[in-house]
Antibody
Framework: EVQLVESGGGLVQPGGSLRLSCVASGFTFSSHWMHWVRQAPGKGLEWVANIKQGGSEKYYVDSVKGRFIISRDDAKNSLFLQLNSLTAEDTAVYYC??????????WGQGTPVTVSS | EIVLTQSPGTLSLSPGERATLSCRASQSVGNNFLAWYHQKPGRTPRLLIYNASRRATGIPDRFSGSGSGTDFTLTITRLESEDFAVYYCHQHAYSPLTFGGGTKVEIK
């Protein structure tokens, strides 16, 4: 069974940073693209970033380029998202998702990030 | 960026009725890489349909997807209680990947 467990969310002040983690199990992590998708309170889904097997390709939505960094550690079945220069607009639940190619098919339960002073 | 527009915003139906949800793309979705998810309150999105018309593993056959290019449809032939949720379409053909704004299917 595919399992994705996110952690690292919390309350942070505007301009601050957080590092989100996602530990995967139940599948061969190193063989899959991985994604971060977020959902602001009461809003829809917004894709944030994805990363290829091995980390050689990374893509971001424009609103986070230059502020967020996606990375992975295939030896530890782990995906990360470094969030910098946070603003209130980044407040959301952040989901880790496995990719079938670029299709996010299995999702974690999410970790909430709140940006507020 | 491909913008996905879903309609209607809300669909009020009774159990056993048929639901038809629309997703229109601002430009053609390559390879029909269009998927549908549903999400219940407080829950994780679940993949229903991918490649416009292929059901994901474990999805019952009352769910079907159709369409190509810029116009796509999700049909639920006979609504069951667990189907009342928000439905999102999603394109994964081009970066940035994008989602539609969602259609809420609520009990009438």
């Amino acid at each position: 069974e595919v399992q994705l467990v996110e952690s690292g969310g919390g309350l942070v002040q505007p301009g601050g940073s957080l590092r989100l983690s996602c530990v995967a199990s139940g599948f061969t992590f190193s063989s899959h693209w991985m994604h971060w998708v977020r959902q602001a309170p009461g809003k829809g889904l917004e894709w944030v970033a994805n990363i290829k097997q091995g980390g050689s390709e990374k893509y971001y939505v424009d609103s986070v380029k230059g502020r967020f960094i996606i990375s992975r550690d295939d030896a530890k079945n782990s995906l990360f998202l470094q969030l910098n220069s946070l603003t209130a607009e980044d407040t959301a639940v952040y989901y880790c998702a496995r990719g079938l190619g670029w299709l996010p098919d299995s999702w974690g339960q999410g970790t909430p990030v709140t940006v507020s002073s | 960026e491909i913008v996905l527009t879903q309609s209607p915003g809300t669909l009020s139906l009774s159990p056993g009725e048929r639901a038809t949800l629309s997703c229109r793309a601002s430009q053609s979705v390559g390879n029909n890489f269009l998927a549908w998810y549903h999400q219940k309150p407080g829950r994780t999105p679940r993949l229903l349909i991918y490649n416009a018309s292929r059901r994901a593993t474990g999805i019952p056959d009352r769910f079907s997807g159709s369409g190509s290019g810029t116009d796509f449809t999700l049909t639920i032939t006979r609504l069951e209680s667990e189907d009342f949720a928000v439905y999102y379409c999603h394109q994964h053909a081009y970066s940035p990947l994008t989602f539609g704004g969602g259609t809420k299917v609520e009990i009438k």
